[in-house]
Every structure is written in C-alpha cells, then in structure tokens.
C-alpha cells in the first residue's frame, strides 16, 4: 500500500484528538446529571446524538484518507515498445588515445555516442569494449541515463590484452543479443580500423545472414599520429615504441572498416574533428522500419481514493439524516 500525499494523513490527528475530547466532556457532564435537563428539551435521544457525532468523525476521517491518496494493489498495464536493439562496440586499444581527432580518438568517440543515445527514442542500447580481446560492459537496457555513465567511465586501461581485435568484438556483439525472432539487432563497430586477426569480414557477412545490421565507424586519420602512452594515474608521459625503439605512428585503417559495413548490410561512417558525426547513423537507425519487438507488462498500484470518499459522503449524509436536531427545535417551539 502506498500514498500519493502521505502527508495529508497528519489530518486524522486532530481529528482523533476532538473525537476523544467530545467523549471525556460527553461522560463528564452526563456524571452531573444533564440527563435530568431533557425535561426542558422534550425526549432527547441521546444516543442518536452519539451516533451522530461518530458518523460525523467516521466521516472525516475517510475523506481525509481519500485526500491523501491510497494507492492498494496492484494493476496490470501492457506497454509496447517500438524500436531496435543497438549495440556499440568501441575500440579501447591504446592507439585510441591518439589525439590526431580532438581531443583523443577514444574521448571523441564516446562524446559522439552519448549525443547518439540522447535522440534514441524506443531503443535499447548496450556496450562492448574491446581491444585484444573483448567484454560485454552494459547489457541491452533502456535506460539511458545509466548507460552514459557507463560510457564515461571507459578508458584504454579496462583490458590488458593490447591489439585491436574487430572479428572477437564481432561475436561478442552477436552473443549480446538475445534470439527473439522479433527484434532488430544492430551493431555499431567504432574503431581506428588497425585488425590483428582478419577474421572480421566473413564474421560479419553471417551476421548478417542471420539478420544483424552491422555499422562501421572510423575514427583517425589517414596521416595518423603518435599514441601517447597513459600511466597508472592517467597521466600523458612518453610516446609508444615498438620492440625496436622506434615511435609507433597508428593510422585509421578505412578500408576494412568499409567493407565490414557493406558484408554487415550496414553504412560506414567516420567520426572527425567535424561535428555532430552521429546524426548519419542516427539517421540509418531511424530510417529502420520499426516494428513491435518487446511488450512489457509493468506493476503499478492502483488508486482507491473513490471507495472512500464516497464512504465519506454517504456517511455525512447518514449523519445528517438522524431526524435528533429536528425534534429538540420542534418540541423546543411547539412543546
């Protein structure tokens, strides 16, 4: 049980209070004989006249119980929702702290994502984060709100193994899913393109033989630039080397990334130092057709404030029924 304005019920206190008070002073004037006075009022039913003030009481008390709005049981109430189901796959290699985008690959990435998921409109979202290898961090989920935070907590530190593996963030991605013949599943790869596997392609041409949407996004440049390497305290301190000693320029790799999109059924987008790079994949999910693909059905309680203050109402009404004022005022000027 539940109230819409518990507060309201601070109202039965004063209430409680005048019924007992009218109870004390009732027995203690009948203790002095005021019963003998009726002589002077006619044949007064008193207990009439106490039945009358607790329906009077019984009366308010119920009407202040339905302002305060009860809310008893439960009511069950189907809600459809239309939409897909959109999962992100994002790149958290070390070559993701590259700032040849501002103000690095990885913090532009994830600005674009969070301007995507305030327009979605129905559809649940999930991530992945990969690197050398690759992890579910978020379920589907609709609340949006919890899955920003979850995207401004990820960083390049959250998987050991090194290595951009885009075939294992594939299957990770499929995995995530859950296998109802009604949804829409769509996955949106987001990676500077650097495959150490190559398996990535024929992954996503089953894909989407099995009905998946696959978007690529690109984020990099071509001319590429220096990974700085992040210490323990998230630091910049000096560029990555190879075995050799020499610096490691990463570049964005387009061209699997494209042709991941095309086997995926899906479109290819790069994200730049230009804005709003989102509103083309937000645009490839709109333009879905979107169907009915889960019904939830939600519990709720139910508002009881009628059954009350009709209780209320009927009881005034009964109270001011009783026929007792009427015969002191008749015998009063015509006894």
Request: charged residues 25%; proline residues 3%.
């Amino acid at each position: 049980m539940a109230w819409l304005h518990s507060w309201i019920l601070w109202g039965l206190v004063p209430v409680f209070l005048a019924w007992i008070w009218e109870g004390f002073v009732y027995r203690r004037r009948s203790s002095h004989g005021l019963r003998q006075k009726t002589e002077l009022w006619g044949q007064v039913d008193f207990r009439k006249v106490r039945w009358r003030s607790r329906l009077t009481y019984i009366s308010f008390i119920f009407l202040t119980i339905a302002a305060a709005g009860p809310q008893i049981g439960t009511r069950v109430k189907p809600v459809e929702r239309k939409g897909v189901d959109l999962v992100f796959a994002l790149d958290v290699s070390e070559s993701m702290n590259a700032p040849d985008v501002k103000p690095t690959r990885l913090r532009k990435a994830k600005a674009e994502m969070s301007q995507l998921i305030n327009h979605l409109k129905g559809d649940r979202v999930g991530i992945i984060v990969f690197a050398g290898a690759s992890h579910l961090y978020l379920p589907l989920t609709s609340d949006y709100e919890a899955a920003k935070l979850f995207l401004d907590a990820i960083d390049t530190r959250m998987i050991r193994t090194q290595g951009t593996a885009l075939s294992t963030a594939i299957t990770t991605g499929i995995n995530s899913f859950l296998k109802d013949s009604d949804k829409h599943p769509v996955l949106v790869l987001i990676s500077d393109g650097e495959d150490h596997e190559g398996q990535a392609i024929e992954i996503a041409r089953k894909a989407a033989e099995s009905g998946m949407v696959i978007h690529a996004v690109g984020i990099g440049s071509e001319k590429g630039s220096l990974i700085p390497v992040v210490n323990k305290q998230g630091l910049t301190g000096e560029y990555k080397r190879d075995s050799q000693g020499k610096l490691v320029t990463s570049k964005l790799n387009e061209s699997i990334l494209r042709d991941i999109a095309q086997a995926g059924n899906g479109i290819y987008v790069r994200f730049d130092n230009s804005l709003a790079n989102y509103r083309k994949l937000l645009n490839a999910i709109d333009s879905m057709e979107k169907e009915t693909i889960s019904t939830h059905v939600f519990s709720e309680y139910e508002n009881r404030y009628r059954g009350f203050a009709f209780s209320s109402l009927l009881l005034l009404i009964l109270a001011l029924a009783l026929p007792t004022s009427e015969t002191i005022q008749w015998r009063r000027f015509h006894g």
